[in-house]
């Protein structure tokens, strides 16, 4: 990748012929003499350098042929001085100006590469953020008038007390009957379809494999405005005909290119999807995404094929529609409700959202919140720049005045500063660029599931912005030096060094400090309460002994008659005994649902004298599964072989089940009744289980024993040998007994809960690099900046020093100085930092948004850098001997 | 200076590739110079030069794969123009010249 890059910029750098190809194949040439096979990265990076270095010759180069009268350039003898002066002298300065700055930033490395990384890590941290929430949130949708493409859902008041309805109570999705008013009398709409995900097994030669699938109504690509690619699109006939003789099927871009070569002729050929065989009658264009809601967010949107789908009786569709030319959302939410294609009006209202909305629910304020960390880091990047170049113009002051002296003008030399800015600006900007580019893609591969996620990549104007931001800082207070510096009168430069502007400049650059002190804290607060939050997160308890467990799934198959029915039933015994026999196995159980990977559904629970009762989660376990689990029994028995023999109607409860269904008493040998089956005994009481994330709030549960329903295929294996060795095992264990199965998920506990708080650890990861970052660059600024401004009062302490002044005093008193400064910057912060904690108090989990360990942390923290950036310079001045400080400079 | 009075890297490239023998290629060249110089030199610097000592009719090249190699990459390589010969030349004659009788001023002698 390296070479690539460095190929690249010879490219453009060098002129388009033939003898440039051959320089480039020189060095390539070269390249390959050098490498041996080892130390690659080293040799590609030297590459990069002597391509930069050549690429830079011939740019310049390049510049100075433009320049008429330069030596390289064409001459004309007719060129009249005059001309000469007029234009050929300014590029030719303009060159000189160019190399002299690179010059003067080769003499001063450090503050170069400060100077330079500090405006890369603002540029290109706040560009990859806004290229993301650009993307997300402000582009308009990829498809035809995305603007009148809504979303059509309906208000359930009573689901919002339903555990597993609760997310979506204000958008369920609309029954096939709703649909079928809808797409016959809608009048605001010129389209409505419907759609949603499944998922189905693919299976042909090689391994069966899970592909997502979508299905849609044959208006579907209508409403969107996006013609197939190839082929076409569903008939309303072929909407019913899903399980029909000749089911059809349209394939996504990305499957066709992975299952198929490019030339293959695709239309008319079979993919055998389930137990059927379709025919493939179009493909889709490429990047085609159509998010949904489910389950607590949207999903990515991506779908490897697409089936008909909107007949059948009993699903539940999500609803989109093409608002009619001239008509408005609440004319299209009027109609809806006039129309009422449902029979209870009462219980469900309509709603009319946009879809851009939409597709961004709950994303708006995460990413809202770290453009916000972002665009502090920026600004803490551009403070840290202005207190370099400020902190530069001290050292500066003599060469300014011994060049006015030899005969510089002002206007010369603000145009040399200026240059150097622009070169300094540019080379940050490079870097930010560079650095845009890697953090991007780091962003979106950490991040939560985000829409539209192919499209992202660094984007133009955004990183022109971030850019324009970090050079006007950069020409703002590079220029400043020129403007104070220029003013002084020469004799006073010169005779009194840099102590006039120092002054000036020490009192705008401690409150750029504060400034920058003022943001940090901000960020490490917040950084500081989501990582808090993060730890409790983490020590909170699973219900279940992680350590040790691995959980395995198998995707259930669709069971046609009796016999496979009995065949699969059998085969899980099977399975279970396969595993069971694998080393270092001490336990195996089998239920209908295992934590953090089922998604839950809740049912009601009755209670025998008829009141309702709280609703809970409802698995089928084998008697094995408390205990290999880890669960803990609080009080009565847990289900026993004898359960499962009779099948007995006993069930182990929750503990927040008993408390909220038998809040006064016992609950052991209660009865409550669930469905409209026949009332269930509790026999035991279990301690409460997190089902599918650490932060979502425990569900109450009721576990009753294992029937045979629906062989069970999700398997939980308690180990004692490391997860490496053993977890190969357990998949031959698989396949050795069902060659054909399909193993779904194969993971360590720990790495399920882990994963569960992945939001939570990205958000609390990015917030604290941020915070930490920005606490460097702070740390640097106020180290420059008072080891400056001590430096500037040299004279003054050594006087006190001759004078008999204790050196602890006058450390203090430097110390002190600064520190009111810094004590300010932080006050302003923490009145920052309140009012920013309650913007992320919907973030924190287990940690109230004013907590105190952490504002007070943070503020112990900011101020001890501050001190120990003010001591250090401060107690090296104090240490010289005051001869030294006063001898004449 | 006119145009066939050579600079003293001018010479030098030249000089390199007289020693390298016909047909040079331009790595075997700056290896040379490397060697003889004793300090790294700047591909920048001369592949201007070499440009320079091109347009001047001092030095020619043809492109050319190099031997043995199957990668399809074109290389350059350089030989001398009789009036690159006769400049190199006239640089010795001059340089003499201008040595001559110095030996003793140097204390050399």
Not at chain 1, 84 to 91: V, Y
Not at chain 1, 225 to 237: L, N
Request: charged share 20%; glycine share 10%; aromatic share 6%.
């Amino acid at each position: 990748m390296i070479v690539r890059f460095a190929n690249r910029i010879l490219m453009s750098a060098l002129p388009n012929n033939e003898a440039s190809e051959t320089i480039r194949n020189d060095l390539a040439e070269e390249l390959r003499l050098r490498r041996d096979g080892r130390h690659r990265a080293v040799h590609a990076l030297w590459y990069l350098w002597e391509a930069l270095k050549l690429a830079g010759h011939f740019l310049l180069l390049r510049l100075d042929r433009r320049v008429p009268g330069s030596p390289r350039g064409p001459s004309s003898p007719r060129t009249t001085h005059r001309q000469t002066r007029s234009s050929g002298m300014r590029f030719d300065t303009c060159i000189q100006d160019v190399r002299f700055a690179l010059r003067t930033f080769g003499r001063k490395p450090l503050f170069t590469a400060v100077a330079t990384l500090t405006l890369a890590l603002g540029i290109g941290g706040s560009t990859a953020m806004f290229s993301v929430v650009d993307r997300v949130l402000l582009r308009p949708l990829p498809y035809h008038e995305p603007d009148r493409i809504v979303s059509i859902r309906q208000i359930m008041e009573r689901w919002k007390d339903v555990a597993n309805l609760r997310e979506s109570w204000d958008r369920a999705w609309l029954h096939p009957d709703q649909f079928a008013v809808l797409r016959e009398e809608a009048t605001t709409f010129s389209a409505v379809a419907v759609h949603k995900q499944s998922e189905l097994t693919l299976r042909g030669e090689g391994r069966p494999e899970v592909v997502s699938v979508g299905r849609g109504s044959s208006e579907l690509l209508a409403v969107l405005g996006v013609p197939p690619a190839r082929g076409r699109w569903f008939t309303r006939a072929e909407e019913g005909n899903t399980d029909g003789p000749a089911p059809v099927v349209v394939l996504s871009d990305e499957f066709r290119r992975s299952h198929f070569s490019d030339d293959q002729e695709i239309l008319g050929t079979s993919l055998q999807l389930g137990n059927q065989v379709h025919t493939v009658i179009g493909v889709l264009p490429p990047d085609f995404h159509l998010r949904e809601f489910n389950w607590g967010g949207m999903d990515a949107g991506h779908r490897d094929l697409w089936i008909p789908g909107g007949h059948t009786c009993c699903y539940q569709w999500e609803a989109i529609g093409r608002l009619a030319p001239g008509a408005t959302i609440e004319q299209a939410e009027a109609e809806l409700h006039l129309l009422r294609p449902d029979a209870d009006p009462a219980v469900r209202r309509f709603t009319v959202i946009p879809r851009r909305r939409a597709e961004s629910e709950g994303l708006a304020t995460p990413l809202a919140l770290l453009l916000g960390a972002t665009a502090l880091l920026l600004l803490i990047a551009c403070g840290n720049v202005a207190t370099l170049l400020l902190g530069e113009l001290a050292d500066r002051g003599h060469e300014i005045a011994a060049r006015s002296a030899l005969g510089a003008g002002r206007a010369r030399i603000t145009r040399q500063l200026l240059t150097e800015s622009v070169v300094l600006g540019a080379m940050g900007s490079l870097a930010g660029v560079g650095l845009a580019r890697v953090m991007t893609p780091v962003v979106v591969r950490l991040g939560p599931t985000l829409p539209r996620v192919d499209e992202i990549g660094v984007d133009g104007r955004v990183l022109l912005a971030a850019i324009a931001i970090g050079t006007a800082s950069v020409l703002v207070f590079g220029l400043l030096p020129a403007l104070t510096a220029t003013g002084d009168s020469l004799h006073s430069r010169l005779q009194g060094g840099a102590r006039g502007s120092s002054a000036r400049t020490s009192h705008l650059s401690g409150f750029v400090v504060a400034f920058e002190l003022a943001l940090t804290t901000v960020l490490l607060v917040s950084g500081g309460l989501l990582a808090r939050s993060f730890g409790q997160l983490m020590d909170t308890d699973p219900g279940i002994d992680a350590e040790g467990l691995v959980a395995l799934t198998i995707r259930p198959r669709r069971l046609d008659t009796e016999a496979e029915w009995e065949q699969l039933l059998g085969r899980s015994r099977q399975i279970r005994g396969a595993l069971e026999s694998v080393s270092g196995v001490t336990a195996v159980t089998v239920s209908s649902d295992l934590p953090f990977i089922s998604k839950p559904t809740s049912t009601p629970t009755f209670l025998t004298d008829g009141a309702r009762g709280s609703t809970a989660l409802y698995w089928r376990v084998d008697p094995t599964y408390h205990a290999t689990m880890g669960a803990r029994l609080l009080s009565g028995r847990l289900l026993t072989d004898a359960d499962a023999d009779a099948k007995a109607s006993v069930a182990v409860v929750s503990e927040s089940l008993a408390r909220a269904n038998w809040p006064e008493g016992s609950p052991l040998g209660q009865q409550f009744e669930y469905y409209d089956r026949e009332p269930v005994t509790v026999v035991g009481v279990v301690g409460d289980v997190k089902h599918e994330t650490l932060a979502y709030r425990t569900e109450p549960i009721f576990y009753m024993p294992l029937v045979d329903e629906q062989p069970p295929m999700a398997f939980a294996v308690r180990t004692s040998r490391s997860y490496g060795a053993v977890m190969s095992d357990l998949r031959e264990a698989v396949l050795a007994t069902d060659p054909g199965a399909l193993i779904e998920t194969l993971s360590p506990y720990e790495r399920l809960v882990a994963r569960s708080a992945a939001v939570e650890r990205f958000r609390m990861m990015l917030t604290t690099g941020f915070a930490i970052v920005a606490a460097i660059l702070a740390g640097i600024g106020v180290l420059g900046i008072t080891a400056r401004a001590v430096a500037g009062h040299r004279r003054e302490l050594g006087i006190r020093m001759a004078l008999g002044a204790r050196e602890r005093s006058l450390v203090w008193d430097v110390v002190r100085r600064h520190l009111r400064l810094a004590g300010g910057g932080v006050a302003v912060g923490l009145v920052l930092a309140v009012w920013g904690s309650r913007l992320i108090a919907s973030f924190l989990f287990g940690v109230a948004p004013g907590d105190p360990l952490t504002f007070t942390s943070v503020t112990v923290g900011v101020l001890i850098l501050a001190l120990v950036a003010t001591y250090v310079p401060a107690r090296r001045i104090a240490a010289l001997d005051p001869a030294t400080v006063l001898r004449p400079e | 200076m006119n145009d066939t009075q050579l600079g003293e890297f001018e010479q030098a490239v030249l000089l390199s590739i007289l020693r390298e023998g016909p047909n040079a290629f331009a790595l075997e060249v700056r290896g040379g110079l490397e060697r003889d110089s004793g300090k790294p030199v700047s591909r920048g610097a001369f592949y201007t030069t070499v440009e320079r000592l091109g347009r001047k009719g001092l030095l020619t090249w043809k492109t050319l794969r190099p031997e043995g190699s199957r990668r399809a990459t074109k290389q350059r390589r350089f030989s001398l123009t009789s009036a690159g010969m006769q400049a190199l030349r006239e640089a010795k004659r001059s340089l003499k010249a201008r040595w001559a009788r110095l030996d003793e001023a140097l204390g050399e002698r």
